[in-house]
């Protein structure tokens, strides 16, 4: 059982690795695009990413990732050790891109125990290796300046990294590499995998290792200093062994020591780069489910405590040093709540970062300049949250690129700037944030939507009555597109369903605003966290609900001479001139209260995309930040209930069932005859 | 580590061949005790809209949301008023948790596997939460298939909407 725990987090920790590796990577290559050519550093990055990612690969046994990460080293490696080499800056991105995503989809296949994809593991190499060889072609004469050395004996002590942990696997991944291009190896400890003992050897005085290679000193070095984990190496030419290279030696070993010089500056700025590196990873990464478990735990210690402090035997008795004391518990307690809540929050910056990505990607093959602007992307958002807003996003940035933004021509011919602008723009306003997306293209073109809507049948009100708000938003209804071919993109209609769909199914709402001419924002408005809401609770006979209190506009009781109905018994009140349907929750689920006449409960105004619905309930209970707990997976599992989005606990003990906005306006109402 | 497994070894040893057992009426029922967390007495129930009428509902068991199977109507039989008597298994099913509220529960059994029987084949459909019958001196004690009462939903879903049409 052991064994296979420890393969497990082993496994968890290289698909952790790996997929942070690969970001890095990925934003290390738009970064260096835009500044058209690799820098050295960057260079030198990416060459110790792929490596690290090599080197973890073969030791997870993964030889399609291992294999690509190889090749994709050599190729980064040759134009590191051949400066002057001409090479097409956006043809090896897009190559190395590829790649990423390969390891990507690799590796979050290794979770869902998908089989490795060698074909295009192997396309991928292929093209590498053909690139490479048209490298190599050109710079033919100086490769050949290199002179092959003989065999000439080392002496390397390796030293890791402080707390890297599985230090006696690293030295065995390294003895690994080395085999590629030293002989003799002979290592202190010895059998380094199979006794854990050397690992703490291996911690306190290095990993010693002698071996011969024909690289030079040099060439060595950097090879061992581009090693993942390694802090620090202490490598020394031992004895030559052969006497007839004295010669050779003498020449070289000028060399090394010029270069060791330089050598000395580079490890030290590497040195200091990862100082750097160590003083900011004062962050530990938790697992979610245990923040979550944390978070239920303080969700019950916030109900236990009104439990306690409201207790129906303290009624009545004065109890000021008790009153005291549980203000105090309450401070300490909501201040604990705030914690575990700002816990879970994360920066939107990598969400953002990506649609760099998809936008390269997508003006390099539509042809179209795409500036992209962001703003607020350290605004802090849940991480459940998170993950819903990437697939949005990217639809989002994919119809302004395809369908907003003009091409160039056109553009100019209108007098705008040649290159079209993408803003994302994210911030904070009470317990929502908001997320904009503006581009300055040509914006929607109303009639057409009209056309569109007309076609397929699925307009719900007449023209003539329609704001431009409401033809704006019937772009999000599904199968709704206006492009007329389908490309690679867009235009097949999913894709702002699909915004919709995620960002509702968190609670959040999505508009769209446009001006023809000026270009399109679309708004998503998102609660910051699914976890705690502000509710409303209100009471139907002996049952409890709570209506999230950002969907209620009002609540009130109705006067009698406002209520009225339509021929088929459906009941309708008029408020301020306009009116609202009315849906009895008591009716709607057949709960048995003494409340049925409208006169006698309350009427909650709830209202979600713009459209409004009074809920009649006999009476509200009050309003309270309520831990929004999932329904139990087995009731799931039977059936999806509709209109409760999840359940919570009162402060006395009772459960709450929370009910669905979306549900409440949508669903059909139900009216008991015979009234 | 090794200590620990045989710990559990051991655990699951002195938990095998053992059954909670509990009555509907008449009858005997026993359920293996490794799936039994914890028994406790009735308490208010939400009710739900819209689910099987055997499902009662919800409950808050000390923070946890726990939903409410009733014994007797999965079975089938007349709704008898909840007494005193009336207790809740909570079982711990595919790492759910799960109430099955029972008529009262009587006593842990150990019934060997050279007393138990497979049930006799009467139709296709029925007996299937039935996993075994258990001797136990004079007595018979149906010994019940509790992942299935769960997993069985579907088909009484299914049932349910064929009948509403």
Redesign the interface.
């Known amino acids: 059982m052991a064994v296979q725990n420890s393969g497990d987090s082993l496994l968890e920790m290289f698909i952790f690795e790996t997929l942070q590796n690969t970001e890095q990577l990925e934003q290390i290559i738009l970064d260096t695009e835009k500044e058209d050519g690799f820098s050295n550093n960057a260079i030198n990055e990416i060459f110790r990413i792929m490596h690290t990612i090599k080197g973890s690969a073969a030791m997870m046994s993964y030889p399609e990732i291992a294999s690509l990460a190889h090749k994709a080293e050599d190729l980064f490696y040759f134009i590191r050790e051949n400066k002057d080499v001409k090479y097409s800056c956006s043809h090896v991105s897009d190559l190395i891109l590829l790649c990423m995503d390969y390891i990507n989809n690799e590796v979050s296949g290794i979770r869902e125990n998908r089989d490795p994809n060698a074909d295009e593991s192997n396309r991928l190499i292929e093209e590498l290796d053909n690139y490479l060889c048209k490298l190599k072609g050109a710079s033919t004469d100086t490769t050949n300046s290199e002179k092959m050395l003989a065999h000439i004996s080392y002496k390397a002590i390796f030293y890791f990294e402080y707390g890297c942990e599985m230090e006696n696997i690293r030295a065995y991944s390294i003895i690994r590499d080395m085999r590629e291009y030293a002989y003799d190896i002979v290592t202190v400890p010895e059998n380094v995998l199979d006794n854990d003992e050397t690992t703490n050897i291996i911690r306190k005085s290095g990993f010693l290792v002698y071996f011969t290679s024909d690289k030079a000193y040099s060439e060595l070095q950097s090879l061992f200093m581009n090693m993942p984990f390694i802090r620090d190496i202490d490598l020394t030419l031992t004895d030559v062994d052969i006497c007839l290279q004295a010669e050779n030696e003498n020449t070289t070993s000028g060399r090394v020591t010029v270069e060791s010089e330089s050598e000395k500056i580079k490890n030290e700025e590497t040195l200091i780069k990862q100082d750097n590196h160590s003083s900011g990873q004062s962050i530990i990464s938790i697992n979610i489910s245990k923040l979550d478990k944390l978070m239920n735990l303080v969700g019950e210690v916030v109900i236990s405590e009104s439990m306690v402090a409201n207790n129906p035997d303290l009624k009545g008795l004065e109890l000021q040093s008790f009153q005291k004391e549980a203000l105090q518990l309450h401070k300490i307690i909501v201040e604990m709540q705030d914690l575990v809540m700002s816990m879970r929050l994360v920066p939107l910056t990598t969400t953002f970062q990506k649609t760099h990505r998809i936008v390269r990607d997508m003006s390099k093959k539509l042809g179209k300049e795409v500036n992209l602007e962001l703003s607020g992307e350290d605004t802090e958002v849940d991480k459940s949250i998170i993950e819903h807003l990437s697939d949005p996003l990217m639809h989002l940035v994919r119809n302004c690129i395809d369908h907003g933004l003009e091409s160039e021509e056109v553009r100019i011919a209108l007098n705008k700037p040649a290159i079209g602008t993408i803003t994302l723009e994210a911030y904070n306003s009470g317990s929502n944030v908001y997320i904009l997306v503006h581009d300055d293209g040509r914006g929607l073109n109303k009639e057409k939507i009209l056309e569109k809507a007309r076609n397929n049948n699925i307009l719900t009100k007449p023209e003539s009555e329609m704001t431009d708000k409401e033809i704006c938003s019937l772009i999000f209804l599904p199968g709704f597109s206006t492009n007329a071919e389908v490309s690679e993109f867009s235009g097949r209609g999913v894709g702002l369903d699909v915004v919709m769909q995620n960002i509702t199914s968190i609670g959040g709402s999505v508009s769209v605003e446009s001006t023809e001419g000026m270009g399109t924002t679309v708004t998503m408005k998102i609660p910051l966290t699914v976890a705690i809401i502000d509710g409303m609770n209100i009471k139907v006979g002996a049952k409890n609900f709570t209506i999230p209190i950002t969907a209620i506009r009002e609540s009130f009781k109705p006067e009698n001479g406002s209520i009225f109905m339509d021929t088929e018994g459906n009941e309708m009140i008029m408020v301020r001139g306009e009116c609202y349907a009315i849906m009895k929750l008591h009716k709607q689920w057949d709960i048995e209260t003494e409340v049925t006449e409208l006169s006698d409960g309350i009427l909650i105004m709830v209202e979600q995309e713009e459209k409004r619905r009074c809920i009649f309930a006999d009476c509200l209970l009050g309003q309270q930040q309520v831990v929004v707990k999932s329904m139990p997976d087995y009731i799931k599992r039977i059936k999806k209930v509709e209109g409760l989005s999840g359940c919570t606990l009162l402060g006395d003990g009772s459960i709450s069932l929370i009910l669905d906005p979306a549900w409440l306006i949508n669903s059909e109402i139900k009216y008991g005859k015979g009234e | 580590?090794a200590d620990?497994?045989r710990i559990t070894d051991i655990e699951e040893d002195t938990q095998s061949g053992r059954f909670l057992t509990f009555n509907l009426d008449n009858e005997f029922y026993g359920i293996e005790i490794r799936y039994v967390t914890e028994i406790i007495n009735m308490m208010?129930i939400?009710?739900?809209?819209?689910?099987?009428e055997y499902?009662k509902g919800?409950?808050?068991l000390r923070?946890k949301?726990?939903?409410l199977m009733d014994v007797r109507l999965r079975f089938n039989k007349p709704v008898l008023e909840y007494n005193d008597r009336t207790c809740v298994i909570v079982a711990l099913i595919d790492?759910?948790?799960?109430g099955f509220i029972v008529d009262s529960v009587a006593e842990v059994l150990t019934i060997p596997d050279t007393d138990i029987v497979d049930p006799p084949d009467i139709n296709k459909a029925s007996n299937k939460f039935i996993k075994g019958i258990g001797k136990v001196g004079e007595e018979i004690k149906l010994l019940l298939d509790f992942e299935c009462m769960?997993n069985c939903?579907e088909e009484a879903?299914i049932a349910e909407k064929i009948s509403n049409y």
């Open positions: 580590m620990v497994k208010p939400t009710t739900i809209p819209g689910l099987p499902i919800i409950i808050n923070g949301i726990i939903p790492n759910m948790d799960i769960i939903e879903i």
